[in-house]
């Protein structure tokens, strides 16, 4: 059934959205995964919050899907509402279209393998439980994978400052990582929180991050395979597009053996962006040394060290509690999901670009305005981190990290 010539709501009025199905005549909803089908029936323009629209469209997008997809080898592993729910875990703050662009540019602009990368990448948070990372505070990561909690304290992986391109710095000491300190599980499982934690700290127009290995005392024993084929696997293939530059600080000569065997593995977009230096003045061609740590590796101005804060207590209350604010934010998140996706059915269904003007316009308003709403939910749906108890992660707008040292007198005085 085709979207109806409706005009869509403004946002100054009620996002609830009529239904795409006729009020009068009851909709058939047809579900299918890879080993059950579940059929619904049901009057679906009684579902709230343009909810009809939303099924109506998965309906339809199911059919359009399959001849996008190499049918011989892709399987879908999940039912529409798990990798709708996937996409939006995954969009957070960002406005939906740039989180596709970062597909369509990984895949240099090839829809049909943008696609299929997307479902993907979908598939594998869901399978990681990444949701579950985000949600569960530091201490209980620490109970279900032992060992999370003490690559949090030792520094191995720090968010502090922003390269000269105005990037947020994310800065790893590999000589503090060693395979058999903590399970496979917990190092994946702090890779995803690394990640997640690094996508809250781009504020618009800034997309991507930069990365500093400090390998100046790294040796073998430091060299852990498995994690570094997560890694890569990672960011390539579900964060694509959010490595800004990477910068390889003083590696020492056995790394040239390492690289050999690990370049090969990286795509080559990923491996032009990764940088070799030696010393500061190589380093500060990346970085101002106001924004690097004061230490035998960057020799920056920055002399606060690093020092992990516990988690306080009660911090994750607002994730357990029915608030009544708590329904509210999240009610007025999903609406907008919802909204954004109407939106997106009806410029489809248009067929003369001067008539999907005002609704191309509203649709971009919708996407600006869910990362409002998305941070307004935030508190509710994801554990707080050290970078929330620091005051380096904060809604639009305030969230650009403060001098360390202000940090630590934030913390001394409470």
């Not at 992986?157 to 710095?169: A, E, T």
């Not at 990640?195 to 852990?224: Q, Y």
């Not at 994750?316 to 934010?329: F, M, Y």
């Amino acid at each position: 059934m085709s979207p109806p010539p409706a005009s869509p709501t403004r946002l100054s009025q009620s996002f609830h959205q009529p239904s795409i199905a006729s009020p009068t005549s009851p909709s058939l909803i047809t579900t299918t995964t890879t080993t059950t089908t579940t059929t619904t029936a049901g009057p679906t323009a009684f579902l709230p919050g343009g909810a009809a629209a939303a099924a109506a469209a998965l309906k339809r997008s199911a059919a359009k899907l399959k001849p996008w997809l190499p049918v011989k080898k892709f399987i879908f592993k999940y039912s529409p509402g798990e990798y709708q729910a996937a996409f939006w875990s995954f969009v957070q703050a960002e406005h939906p279209d740039t989180t596709v662009l970062r597909f369509l540019r990984a895949r240099k602009w090839n829809v049909e393998k943008a696609m299929e990368m997307l479902i993907l990448a979908l598939e594998w948070r869901i399978t990681m439980e990444v949701d579950q990372v985000v949600q569960e505070g530091e201490d209980v990561l620490e109970t279900l994978y032992p060992g999370f909690l003490d690559q949090l304290k030792n520094g191995k992986v720090i968010f502090r400052g922003h390269d000269r391109q105005g990037r947020p710095l994310c800065l790893l000491n590999p000589s503090l990582h060693h395979q058999h300190a903590q399970s496979q599980q917990a190092v994946q499982k702090f890779s995803i929180y690394v990640i997640e934690t690094a996508r809250m700290m781009l504020e618009p127009p800034v997309e991507t991050i930069s990365a500093i290995f400090d390998m100046s005392s790294f040796s073998m024993s430091n060299m852990d395979w498995p994690t570094t084929k997560f890694f890569i696997h990672a960011a390539e293939a579900c964060y694509p597009e959010l490595l800004g530059v990477c910068v390889v600080h003083k590696a020492p000569w056995i790394f040239g053996a390492l690289w050999k065997a690990i370049s090969p593995m990286l795509d080559p977009v990923i491996r032009a962006k990764i940088k070799f230096t030696n010393n500061r003045k190589e380093l500060e061609e990346f970085v101002a040394p106001d924004q690097l740590m004061k230490n035998k590796a960057y020799d920056g101005d920055d002399d606060t060290p690093y020092q992990y804060i516990d988690p306080q207590p009660d911090e994750n209350r607002a994730i357990a509690e029915d608030s009544e604010a708590k329904q509210r934010a999240l009610a007025r998140r999903k609406e907008m999901e919802l909204t954004f996706e109407r939106l997106t059915e009806i410029w489809q269904g248009q067929k003369h670009l001067s008539s999907s003007a005002a609704v191309i316009q509203e649709r971009h308003e919708v996407g600006l305005k869910l990362a409002e709403v998305w941070w307004a939910a935030e508190p509710y749906m994801r554990a707080r981190t050290v970078y929330h108890r620091i005051g380096a992660i904060r809604s639009p707008g305030q969230h650009q990290q403060q001098p360390p040292q202000q940090q630590q007198q934030q913390q001394q005085q409470q």
